[in-house]
């Protein structure tokens, strides 16, 4: 158990409770008060920063994670009720620092402008991928529909996702 | 964006759940997927002192037919499952395409059928920040004294959102309500109170344990239709379900709901009357579009034009009872 972010858990000043996270396959201790939200901590606390935080309202997707490998809102989950679930975040899919075919797509396709969006995208289309290896133009649009890139670089995104489709 | 404080609790019985909410003073409040109310929440719409969630209540999870009775869904299935679940496409299929219209991925993850019939209702006056809320005096919703779609109004006009809702209602669903004082099953169209501010009967203290669509509605022909800005995200800006019943060629019942229009789902009026003993045709459907034109009411308190709004349940009323014709 990794307990590196806990060193100074006890002085910590929180009125809340300390849980046990599973972030990327290792379990993460942290100290979290009924109101945080599953990015609060990611971000705030255990200094994953690839989830974005957006709207916060739950309109954007720029803060999908995965959660038992499926797409989640992180902005629209409390700490408090994902314990015992899996979670990926962005920094989780890059196993030993080698970017996944996706993320490497991503990049040879040119489908990131600014970025924020990217984490999301990437974590979106991951699941639906895990789940439909062969997925159509339209299966990949439906997936992405709660993933709002503002530079509008919906071609290159799903251009990118394509290709690595067309790899498998 | 904060949420504001709050005690969370995650009883794993219906019982222990019952008991926390009849306990709590300062304003428990029932937690689902939290997709709704979560978002409120944040917008400081809501400040409940606790919330009590239903995630870890297994009671809550199951999808069964049983032949007579019918197909019953617990209240706490996510969305995605209603979508993907093998026996409502078989037994309901109409009730799995209308769930992957709601929203997005990510919220059908968690978003549940019980949260989504009991979400909220919507205004452009109301869903806003608490900087935007600033820019005009509170209405009714924000416990003010004025409607601003309706300013000689006498009460809230927020609309009611939800897509399973209309669906149900049309194939005659009842919902299992447990309480302090024991469990009930009512009608899903009396859970709804059509007040914009207070959109449902006497829900406090209670849970929705599950929805029971009986055996006669799934043998009738069903389908929604949603209209939205974007193809994806969206709450309807006008929505319909039909549930038709056919019988030697002629139609023997049909039943019309609509969502977006109203502070609570709107059963058109006439539709079953107006289309019984009569071949399903081109011109029936015009007829019946024709009434749910007239049942629709849409105001000014959402995106989109309420004329066009309302000419969409005509479109999408034809359109439904037009694609029963093939």
Not at chain 1, 9 to 33: F, M, P
Request: hydrophobic share 40%; proline share 5%.
């Amino acid at each position: 158990m990794k307990r590196g972010n806990v060193k100074n858990l006890e002085k910590e000043k929180c009125s809340g409770k300390i849980i046990t996270l599973t972030v990327n396959g290792e379990e993460r201790l942290v100290a979290v008060e009924d109101r945080d939200t599953l990015l609060d901590v990611l971000r705030n606390k255990l200094s994953l920063t690839g989830a974005k935080e957006g709207c916060g309202t739950g309109e954007c997707g720029s803060c999908t994670v995965l959660l038992d490998g499926q797409p989640v809102l992180a902005c629209l989950m409390l700490a408090v009720g994902v314990v015992g679930k899996k979670i990926t975040t962005i920094e989780g899919i890059s196993a030993g620092g080698k970017l996944s075919p996706l993320q490497t797509a991503f990049i040879d396709h040119g489908a990131v402008q600014c970025g924020f969006c990217s984490s999301g995208m990437i974590l979106s289309s991951t699941a639906l991928l895990s789940a439909n290896a062969k997925p159509s133009r339209q299966d990949i649009r439906k997936a992405l529909e709660g993933n709002i890139c503002r530079c509008t670089g919906y071609n290159k995104i799903i251009e990118a996702i394509e290709s690595v489709k067309d790899q498998k | 964006m904060n949420l504001p404080r709050f005690t969370y609790h995650s009883p794993d019985s219906l019982k222990k759940c019952i008991a926390i909410l009849a306990d709590q003073k300062n304003g428990a409040q029932v937690l689902a997927g939290g997709s709704d109310l979560l978002v409120r929440m944040k917008l400081r719409l809501e400040t409940p002192g606790s919330l009590v969630s239903l995630a870890d209540i297994p009671a809550l999870q199951d999808i069964a037919y049983r032949p007579g009775k019918g197909l019953t869904m617990g209240a706490g299935i996510t969305l995605s499952l209603l979508a993907s679940d093998a026996i409502i496409q078989e037994r309901c299929p109409a009730l799995a395409d209308a769930a992957v219209l709601v929203a997005t991925n990510q919220i059908r993850t968690v978003a549940t059928v019980g949260g989504n019939i009991l979400q909220n209702t919507r205004c452009r006056y109301y869903n806003r920040s608490p900087v935007w809320g600033k820019a005009v005096a509170p209405c009714f919703k924000r416990n003010g004294a004025i409607c601003h779609v309706v300013p000689k109004g006498k009460r809230c006009f927020a609309v009611y959102q939800g897509d399973l809702a209309p669906l149900l209602i049309a194939l005659n669903t009842t919902v299992t309500i447990v309480s302090k004082k024991g469990t009930e099953e009512i009608p899903v169209e009396s859970l709804y109170s059509g007040d914009g501010k207070v959109p449902f009967n006497n829900v406090a203290g209670t849970i929705a344990t599950g929805f029971t669509i009986p055996e006669d509605s799934l043998n009738m022909r069903a389908a929604y239709r949603k209209y939205r800005l974007r193809g994806g995200i969206d709450f309807p800006l006008a929505g319909v379900a039909a549930a038709l019943k056919p019988g030697n060629g002629l139609v023997e019942d049909l039943k019309l709901c609509l969502t977006g229009v109203a502070s609570r789902p709107v059963t058109v009026p006439g539709a079953g009357e107006a289309a019984k003993g009569k071949p399903l045709s081109r011109e029936l459907a015009r007829e019946v579009g024709r009434l749910a034109y007239a049942a629709a009411h849409p105001l000014a308190n959402l995106e989109g034009d309420p004329a066009t709004r309302r000419s969409m349940i005509r479109i999408m009323t034809e359109d439904i009872l037009t694609s029963f014709i093939s």
